[in-house]
């Protein structure tokens, strides 16, 4: 039989925990834009000569599901940064 203390902690984390997981899944209506964009800046980079061949990893896939399954798992904040890096990627190769 729990006491009163831990049926407390159980009680409050019960109602925190869920809350805590549900602030880093993204909305699938944001990962299908998230992968739209995605796709238009790895085309972007695949068709400037001076950027192409070095477009490699999943990063720069063609295909929309990676992006958005990877988006379906991640955080706003990282949808973020990984299209910032593609973003600083295409804008370093596009000056040589």
Excluded: I
């Amino acid at each position: 039989m729990l006491s009163k203390a831990a049926l407390a902690v159980v009680s409050v984390l019960s109602v925190f925990l869920p809350g805590l997981t549900a602030a880093h899944a993204v909305d699938p209506g944001f990962c299908r834009q998230y992968a739209k964009a995605a796709l238009n800046q790895v085309r972007g980079g695949l068709t400037d000569p001076a950027c192409a061949s070095g477009l490699q990893g999943a990063r720069w896939s063609t295909d929309f599901a990676v992006h958005y399954e990877w988006c379906l798992g991640a955080s706003v904040a990282a949808t973020g940064t990984e299209r910032d890096a593609r973003t600083q990627d295409l804008k370093g190769c596009a000056g040589r």
